[in-house]
């Protein structure tokens, strides 16, 4: 059964800096991986997806990374701001089940 | 953009009560899904369906039903609302493999 884990579960840093959060997956046998921000109280909003083929996705300061057989992914955010603060939760779809991991809660201080 | 919609932000029931909770995307997606999220626990799938009239069971179906009567369309019904089922509720949408899902903006449920 897939397991997607992240780590850290909870990251604090100054504004402006870069960060790294990661993602990992027991079964490599996916056909995309979506990162997703969830602010307090609200939805989803899918930030990237990456498909199965693809190594990587960028959409302005983010920049999400696969390596289907290590099980991995990494979102860089470059520069970041305190409008950046959210949980970010990134999901793997494998046949017709998304499993999503248990989300890396962000705080970006002024 | 994808836009998926949820009837309500937010809604408060008593015990007992037959609650509806409608999702509309229109997107003309093949699949909808239905999650409940809960602190500690994550997203938690409850149904989801493929096509028009057919439905699923996800992880966690008792307690609910639901209604897919036109492609655009997902209700989430609680036959019986009790407590436990106080969470946010999250509907998603999706095209079909390797094409993600996108989600409504949730509806938080208390039920007193």
């Known amino acids: 059964k897939q397991e997607v884990t992240q780590i850290p579960a909870a990251l604090s840093v100054p504004e402006g800096e870069n960060l790294v959060l990661n993602c990992s997956f027991t079964d490599s046998a996916i056909y995309n991986l979506q990162w997703f921000r969830q602010d307090p109280g609200k939805g989803l909003t899918s930030l990237l997806l990456i498909q199965s083929s693809q190594r990587e996705q960028t959409s302005g300061r983010l920049n999400a990374s696969l390596d289907k057989s290590s099980g991995r992914s990494t979102l860089y955010i470059a520069a970041s701001q305190p409008g950046d603060s959210a949980t970010y939760l990134c999901a793997v779809e494998d046949g017709q089940n998304f499993v999503f991991g248990p989300g890396t809660r962000l705080s970006v201080l002024p | 953009d994808v836009k998926v919609t949820q009837s309500s932000r937010y809604l408060v029931k008593r015990t007992g009560e037959k609650v509806f909770l409608e999702c509309v995307q229109d997107?003309?997606?093949?699949?909808m899904f239905w999650y409940r999220q809960d602190p500690g626990l994550g997203l938690r799938l409850i149904y989801f369906s493929y096509d028009v009239k057919m439905k699923e069971k996800g992880d966690i179906p008792e307690g609910y039903s639901v209604s897919r009567e036109k492609k655009e369309r997902f209700s989430l019904i609680l036959e019986s609302a009790s407590t436990n089922q106080t969470s946010m509720y999250l509907c998603a949408s999706a095209q079909g493999p390797g094409l993600g899902q996108y989600f409504g903006p949730g509806t938080r449920l208390t039920v007193t």
């Open positions: 997107m003309d997606h093949e699949n």
